[in-house]
């Protein structure tokens, strides 16, 4: 199993970027699929992206398209999500997921993944 764990949270204004960053260790980093989701005070956790094995397929929700960007790095075992654009309602806890791919997809659902960081507090101040 993957060991992740985030980094990068913190608190921005409104406007402003963030980049997180999931670092991976314990199996081959790149033949896992990854994706970001995060959970909202009250709220249901959402899917914020996903990128496939290889970095070239990924996917986002409406909610974060055209501000969020997803990225991974396999010679470093890492994984990232550009945040720009940040909003007061992006204020969550932000958690990244990995789960064993034998093809080149990506996953959106969380009930896909079986493995998950701790989690980094992202706050969007207006």
């Known amino acids: 199993q993957v060991q992740l764990v985030e980094s990068g949270g913190g608190l921005v204004q409104a406007g402003g970027s963030l980049r997180l960053a999931c670092a991976a260790s314990?199996?081959?980093?790149?033949?896992?699929?990854m994706g970001w989701f995060r959970r909202a005070p009250g709220k249901e956790r959402e899917f914020v992206g996903a990128?496939?094995?290889?970095?070239?397929?990924?996917n986002y929700p409406d909610s974060v398209k055209g501000r969020f960007t997803i990225s991974r790095d396999n010679a470093k075992n890492t994984g990232y999500l550009r945040m720009n654009s940040l909003k007061p309602e992006d204020t969550a806890v932000y958690f990244c997921?990995?789960?064993?791919?034998?093809?080149?997809?990506?996953?959106?659902?969380?009930?896909?993944?079986?493995?998950w960081g701790q989690g980094t507090q992202v706050t969007v101040s207006s």
């Open positions: 314990g199996r081959t980093f790149s033949s896992y699929a």
């Open positions: 997921a990995t789960r064993y791919a034998s093809v080149d997809s990506y996953y959106t659902n969380a009930n896909d993944y079986n493995s």
């Open positions: 990128i496939s094995r290889s970095g070239f397929r990924i």
